[in-house]
């Protein structure tokens, strides 16, 4: 049986996917439109929502 | 980016308005403000870093008092200060107003296009996206020791890391990993209240421990059925062989109840002589005197007198009455005479009767009257309680007689073992009982086990319906931690590469304009090291500038710099605050070779004697513009300075004064 690790090295890492690095410009960009945003607000809700989505991806691949 | 101009009114210094234009020309872009120590130079460059951030230089004075004193004694009670600029082909106006009341300030923009101006919205954020304040606090150069960079290089670590990381654009990263490491943080609190590890271990323990007393329960359970069993096979095993027995002697039961009954009817008999006795003892204690009495006066009474009663009882009489005695063998008590107490009696006739007799005689004569009243009642009574007693002993003898035959029998059986087998069956018959009794208990206490076990595995199970949550949990901090290292990697990766640049931008300059072989090495940390080539004042110093320039032509070549998780850099106008202060001669030379390429557009504030014609000279091209910070000290006249002041090649009167307060005029060197 594939380990943890293993199976996120799969999903997140493989170079199609490129799935961190996404999410990392995802939220780059969000942190961005906040920092110059007159109206700040917390950036946790995009941090969550941005994890939450590749963690459906993940699922989605292990059902595979 | 170019500042065109400046407007300020009542800032600081400079009472009313004052209107300052910069040379933007792309040959002649250095704007130089002589101005004497204590002159406004700084209040003068802090205009332009309020205007555009809101924020004032470290080192000026005062730093609550904007409004101009003057303006403020007529009552005006803000300030404000205005900057024209243009920006890649866009031409912008920015002011910025404070009020003293309230100590706020409004900031306004305006886009300008042929000479029309059009308010825009979000004005703060426009300026802080061109011009991040982190990177522009860099083009603000304080030649005393005092500007931005310098604190980095005067730390114990003497490291410019954290310059170089702002140059880069490292802040919403950095922002965004915080964001991450918080995430991180919630998501292990969370699972941190789960507590799985130690609350599962806690239960599976206690399972353990259940587990065990169930099982050691059932053990005794166990163990009390099969005692329980082995019991009731024995009480069974007995019973046969008294099955036996009986098929062997057909009475044996009736012999054995039969004796038990004679057992207790014996007992009984027994039981019902003493009570019948203690009636006849009490019958004989009421009428005892008066059967005696009676007896005696049937016989005696003719003989007795009140004068002869005193002497002796007749003789006749007295032998008599202990013959009778002596015959009956029982005395009216019913107690027994034996052989000793018959030759008492039998002494005792024809002697002297006791006083106690003569006594007694007395009263039965006294009380003669009341015994003949009850004489006809008494003898029935004791006579019916004579025969009761003497019915029960016969039957007593009778039980006893039949008893001993039985006893013949009984001790046969018992030769055989029967009653031991009938104890034995009793006996078991009690253990059975209580056994049982012990076992009901125990399992009742196993009932009790079983369901704390079937309570801890319920919630075990329920635990375990936590874990997947658990599970994702980890997979959340696993992805959050995996996009933190790849953005440290990122950063780390730009940290190295920049490095390379900064070292052999300084190094280039120094062997272009620096003779004495200096050179500069800096660590993977961004520790700066100087060679001890150098010699002179202002060693420190002129490094400090050498690295900011550096730092500025870093990030105007980074300005438009597109990437993924770096923001872009910025350009602004190298503004210096005299920057020659401390510097000795030869490097003021060196200065301006240095400064001239490094922005597009120079701000420079100086006092008359640290930029001298001869460094002047070098810089004598590129200078478009060129102002006198005049200050005024108002009060009593004294006297006139011995030396004017000389700015642009011209003379300028200075006048001493008893001063109470200083204002500052701006006047354009042609």
């Known amino acids: ?64 | 980016m170019k500042i065109t101009r400046l407007k300020m009114i009542n800032w600081r210094r400079y009472y009313g308005e004052h209107d300052i234009k910069f040379a933007v020309d792309k040959k002649r872009n250095i704007t130089i403000f002589y101005g004497e120590n204590n002159g406004a130079k700084t209040s003068l460059m802090c205009a332009i870093k309020w205007t555009f951030f809101g924020t004032l230089t470290s080192d000026l004075s005062n730093p609550k008092n904007l409004v101009n004193d003057d303006a403020q004694k007529e009552n005006i009670n803000k300030c404000s200060s205005t900057i024209f600029f243009s920006h890649e082909s866009n031409d912008y106006k920015i002011t910025r107003t404070y009020y003293q009341e309230t100590k706020k300030n409004e900031f306004l923009l305006w886009r300008v296009i042929d000479g029309l101006e059009t308010s825009e919205q979000n004005g703060d954020s426009f300026i802080r996206n061109i011009f991040p304040k982190e990177i522009c606090e860099y083009f603000f150069f304080q030649g005393e020791g005092k500007s931005h960079l310098q604190k980095h290089l005067t730390n114990k670590n003497n490291s410019i890391k954290k310059p170089v990381q702002d140059i880069l654009g490292f802040q919403i990263a950095e922002k965004l990993r915080a964001s991450l490491k918080r995430y991180i943080s919630d998501i292990e609190k969370e699972n941190d209240g789960y507590n799985l590890t130690d609350k599962k271990q806690k239960l599976i323990d206690k399972i353990k421990i259940i587990t065990d007393a169930l099982e050691d329960q059932r053990k005794k359970v166990k163990d009390k059925e099969a005692y329980l069993e082995t019991i009731k096979k024995k009480k069974i095993d007995t019973e046969k062989k008294l099955d036996k027995i009986e098929d062997d002697f057909p009475d044996c039961k009736d012999i054995v109840t039969k004796i038990k009954i004679f057992k207790d009817d014996i007992e009984g008999k027994k039981k019902s002589i003493e009570l019948a006795k203690n009636d006849a003892y009490h019958v004989i204690y009421k009428y005892g005197w008066v059967i005696f009495s009676q007896e005696f006066l049937g016989k005696t009474y003719d003989h007795i007198d009140d004068q002869i009663i005193k002497g002796e009882l007749p003789g006749d009489h007295n032998v008599n009455f202990l013959n009778n005695l002596i015959d009956a063998g029982i005395c009216i008590c019913d107690r027994k005479i034996n052989s000793e107490q018959a030759d008492i009696l039998e002494k005792k006739k024809a002697t002297t009767i006791t006083q106690v007799v003569q006594l007694a005689v007395q009263d039965i004569v006294a009380k003669r009257g009341l015994i003949k009243s009850k004489s006809s009642e008494a003898p029935k009574k004791v006579k019916d309680v004579q025969s009761k007693l003497h019915k029960l002993r016969e039957e007593l003898v009778i039980l006893k007689d039949n008893y001993d035959v039985l006893k013949l029998d009984n001790e046969e059986l018992q030769n055989i073992g029967y009653s031991d087998l009938l104890k034995v069956v009793e006996n078991t018959e009690e253990e059975i009982q209580k056994e049982g009794g012990g076992l009901k208990v125990l399992k009742d206490d196993l009932e009790e086990i079983i369901e704390k076990e079937k309570v801890a595995k319920e919630e075990k199970a329920s635990m375990q319906e936590m874990t997947p949550k658990v599970t994702e949990n980890l997979l959340r901090i696993s992805f959050a931690q995996e996009v933190i290292k790849y953005i440290d990697d990122y950063l780390a990766k730009a940290n190295q590469e920049i490095k390379g640049y900064i070292l052999s931008e300084i190094n280039s300059y120094l062997s272009k304009y620096d003779k004495s072989n200096n050179s500069v090495e800096i660590s993977d940390e961004y520790t700066v090291a100087f060679s001890e080539g150098g010699s002179g004042s202002g060693h420190s110093s002129i490094y400090a500038l050498l690295i900011t320039c550096v730092m500025i032509s870093l990030s105007i070549k980074r300005k438009d710099v597109k990437d993924p998780i770096l923001r872009s850099s910025a350009e602004f106008p190298f503004l210096l605050d005299s920057p020659f202060g401390e510097l000795d001669e030869g490097k003021r030379r060196q200065l301006p070779q240095l400064l001239q390429p490094v922005a597009e557009q120079l701000i420079i504030f100086v006092s008359s004697t640290q930029l001298t014609e001869m460094e002047k000279e070098l810089l004598k091209e590129h200078i478009g513009k060129q102002y006198l910070l005049q200050m005024h000290e108002i009060g009593d006249k004294t006297e006139l300075f011995e030396t004017p002041l000389k700015a642009g090649g011209k003379s300028f009167d200075r006048t001493l004064y008893n001063q109470v307060r200083k204002t500052t005029e701006i006047i354009l060197i042609d």
């Open chain 1, 1 to 64: 049986m594939e380990t943890m690790e293993a199976q996120l090295k799969k999903v997140w890492f493989e170079p199609e996917r490129k799935s961190v690095e996404k999410a990392t410009t995802e939220l780059i960009s969000a942190q961005k439109d906040n920092y110059f945003s007159d109206n700040k607000k917390s950036i946790q809700p995009e941090v969550q929502n941005t994890i939450e989505k590749f963690l459906e991806d993940y699922k989605k691949e292990k059902k595979r």
